[in-house]
């Protein structure tokens, strides 16, 4: 799965990509572990040669937004719809040495960039619907322009009103449709609102929570602080966080956000040699959980082999759980939930 920031130019985007890769960033595209304290204890408890966390690809390339002007620059539309979810980096911090495009006003921004990715789906959609009127088989009801036509001309007013395709009631189908189109605005958006170390002024909690209420996702970071708590090693870190009270870094929030926004859970598997947390659709079978493992092991699939991670944690082991009776035998349409450890028996 992969995510990528924009923001305006000034606005500390690169210092949010720097704190969310949590030090590991060598270039502008890294792959970071998403932070699980179930994996931290299976992977202590059963000391495997090889950890493997879930990640999420955070994308630091895509062009920075110009505050005049043609807001997207074409090539910043063509990579945002090269990935599954928006890191928008908004700024909330006065500082007289970065020049900015006007005086600082988080929520004009906030809701400026989503304006625009409404826009440019506008756009897209208009467009098609052109196309659509010379189509020869566009009215017969079941055909796939027939149903983009009937699709598209129910969001066309609501994206002229202004409302995102994230906030419209969509069946799946339909879903994958606009996603085939690449459109913007029905990605997950996370708002991360940049502040100052001392606390911003421009953006307040009660607002941020407020945001979230209204169905957006928003966060408030110190970008600075969290870059250099990034570069720390753990017991620096540790000092740092309790100094500022925190219990963690507001970068793992990020993290996470973006894990859940992305619809995700994890499943794990526990080997001796290779202990492994897996990222999946949530909803998703037992079959899918096995060929997210290996197509092959799809293909010859007989029994998932589950035990639920609370179960896990009170019997202390894997063995001890499965000695006490809470390993359960499921089929193909066993819908996996957070946190099972899985083992798949299959036809080798």
């Known amino acids: 799965m992969k995510a990528a920031l924009i923001g305006y130019s000034q606005s500390g985007k690169t210092t949010i990509y720097r704190a969310a890769s949590r030090g590991l960033a060598k270039g502008d595209v890294t792959a970071v572990p998403v932070p699980d304290s179930r994996f931290d204890a299976i992977v202590s408890q059963v000391q495997p040669k090889k950890q493997t966390p879930a990640t999420v690809i955070i994308h630091d ?29 908004v700024r909330a911090f006065e500082n007289p040495i970065a020049p900015f495009y006007a005086e600082v006003n988080p929520i004009r921004d906030h809701e400026n960039i989503e304006v625009e990715m409404v826009l440019a789906d506008l756009q897209i959609i208009e467009n098609r619907l052109e196309r659509l009127k010379r189509s020869l088989t566009v009215k017969n009801p079941g055909s796939t322009d027939y149903l983009e036509k009937v699709l598209f001309e129910r969001v066309k007013p609501e994206l002229e009103s202004g409302k995102a395709l994230r906030r419209l009631e969509i069946e799946e189908e339909e879903a994958q449709i606009l996603r085939n189109y690449q459109l913007l605005s029905i990605k997950p958006v996370i708002t991360v609102f940049n502040t100052a170390e001392s606390g911003s002024a421009f953006i307040t909690d009660a607002k941020v929570e407020e945001l979230n209420r209204n169905g957006a996702v928003a966060i408030s970071i110190c970008g600075t602080i969290e870059s250099e708590l990034a570069e720390m090693d753990g017991a620096d870190q540790a000092e740092f966080l309790a100094s500022f009270g925190l219990s963690e870094p507001a970068s793992n929030r990020l993290i996470k956000a973006v894990y859940d926004a992305l619809g995700l859970i994890t499943f794990f598997t526990a080997g001796e040699n290779d202990t492994r947390a897996w990222p999946l659709r949530a909803g998703s079978t037992a079959l899918k959980a096995a060929a997210t493992i290996h197509n092959d092991i799809a293909k010859g699939f007989i029994r998932a082999e589950v035990v639920h991670y609370q179960d896990y944690q009170e019997s202390g082991s894997l063995d001890a759980a499965y000695s006490a009776g809470k390993m359960k035998l499921e089929g193909k349409e066993y819908i996996i939930q957070d946190g099972d450890l899985l083992h798949i028996r299959n036809k080798s």
């Open 61 to 89: 390339d895509l062009d920075s937004i110009s505050g005049t002007g043609r807001p997207f620059s074409q090539k910043l539309l063509d990579d945002a719809k090269k990935v599954d979810l928006l890191i928008h980096v």
